[in-house]
Structures are given as structure tokens and as C-alpha cells.
């Protein structure tokens, strides 16, 4: 059984759209990650997340520790926010980082 | 901002070669990773690396992967023999207290 599992596994959006990918988690952790990954392949890491949300431009973090779940919001998409967005988590600090699946999201103008 | 270098960005190796693949971390890390990505497939973790020693390994790192710090800033994955199969994407990474793990852009290893 995987460990984070994210969905949508596909998102098509017009540029504009409220976005919402979602991830759960079956571990106990100390840190989450939302990660970005452009065609190309370089990994940008967006948020680190332990409680509660964080906010940064148009994006949006959020995690409730009891439930293992997180979402990341985007607000008001445009065409540059398609990417691959990658939950993954961290057990302990310092651990190994821990990836879901990934949520491929594209942006229609 | 501070950023994970990784060389070279693109290699293409025969089957049976050796492949260094190498990493910059950043300098005041102290904690340092191995990841791929096979194409289409999600990350895996390969090595984590402290104290100049290995601290975990995943059962991808056999026999045929090293790693090394030989400089105190060089942070290396060197492939023995490669085979069809280690064609991905490995990436670099390195943490230190309290903030996000830092990502290189990758090296991407075709095998042919």
C-alpha cells in the first residue's frame, strides 16, 4: 500500500480556476512537502508544512494532522502553473522523503 | 537564493559503464540524498547520507551504487556497471534544521 496518496491523478483547469489537489497520508509524520515538477524534470519544493496552513502568492498550504490529510490550493490558475505537484512526506527530520504519485495539472488559457 | 548544483545535466552511457553522477549541496547542509525517478513513475529514495557515512539505503542501492563526499563539498553517486534499467532521472538533495529539503534539477542517465 502506498504511503501518500494524492488525487486528482489529472487535473485540467481554465486559466482563472479556483484548484484544489489533494493528499493523504497513512504515517505518522514530521514534516509534509508540496513539491512542483515542470516538464524538463527539475524539482521545486513549494511548502514544508508540520500544522496548521501556509500562504505563498496565489498558493495555498493547509494539513490536519489528525485526519493525515493536506490540500494545496491555487488561486486564480494561469497556463504557467501546469506542472506536476508532488505531496510527499518526511517521518522523522532528516528522514528520507517520502513522494506520492503526483497530480498532473494543466492550465487552458 | 541558495540552490543544489548537480553535473551534468544530461548523460548518456553504454550499458556495462561506469557513471559518476555529481552534486553541490548547499553549504551548510548537513544531510544529503539520492533520488530517481524512472519516467513516468513516481520518486523513489535511493540514499541518505550523514556524517560521511550512509545513514539509510533502500533496497534499489545495491552493491553496483556508491556514494561519496571526497572534497567536503562534491557529494557523489557513482553507478558501477549500469544496466538498461538505471535509465532515470536522480536527483540530488540536501536539508538542514528546520527548513525544506533543497532539490537539485536532476541528471537525467539514458542507458543504451
Known amino acids: 500500500k502506498n504511503e501518500v496518496e494524492q488525487s486528482p491523478q489529472n487535473l485540467t483547469a481554465q486559466e482563472g480556476e479556483f484548484i484544489t489537489i489533494n493528499c493523504s497520508y497513512s504515517?505518522?509524520?514530521?514534516?509534509l512537502h508540496w513539491l512542483q515538477q515542470h516538464p524538463g524534470g527539475g524539482i521545486v519544493s513549494l511548502f514544508m508544512?508540520?500544522?496548521g496552513k501556509k500562504k505563498h502568492g496565489r498558493l495555498i498550504a493547509t494539513i490536519n494532522i489528525q485526519e493525515k490529510h493536506s490540500s494545496l490550493h491555487i488561486t486564480a490558475s494561469h497556463p504557467r502553473d501546469s506542472a506536476v505537484y508532488i505531496c510527499?512526506?518526511?517521518?522523522?527530520?532528516?528522514?528520507?522523503?517520502?513522494f506520492g504519485p503526483g497530480t498532473s495539472l494543466s492550465v487552458i488559457p | 537564493e541558495p540552490e543544489v548544483t548537480q553535473t551534468p545535466s544530461h548523460q548518456v552511457t553504454q550499458m556495462g559503464q561506469e557513471v559518476i553522477l555529481r552534486c553541490v549541496p548547499i553549504?551548510?547542509?548537513?544531510?544529503f540524498y539520492w533520488y530517481r525517478q524512472i519516467l513516468g513513475q513516481k520518486v523513489e529514495f535511493l540514499v541518505s547520507f550523514y556524517n560521511n557515512e550512509i545513514s539509510e539505503k533502500s533496497e534499489i542501492f545495491d552493491d553496483q551504487f556508491s556514494v561519496e563526499r571526497p572534497d567536503g563539498s562534491n557529494f557523489t553517486l557513482k553507478i558501477r556497471s549500469t544496466k538498461l534499467e538505471d535509465s532515470a532521472m536522480y536527483f540530488c538533495?540536501?536539508?538542514?534544521?528546520?527548513?525544506?529539503?533543497?532539490f537539485g534539477q536532476g541528471t537525467r542517465l539514458t542507458v543504451v
Open positions: 504515517v505518522g509524520i514530521s514534516a
Open positions: 553549504s551548510n547542509h548537513l544531510y
Open positions: 508544512l508540520s500544522s
Open positions: 538533495a540536501s536539508q538542514t534544521s528546520g527548513v525544506s529539503a533543497f
Open positions: 510527499a512526506v518526511q517521518k522523522t527530520s532528516y528522514d528520507k522523503v517520502i
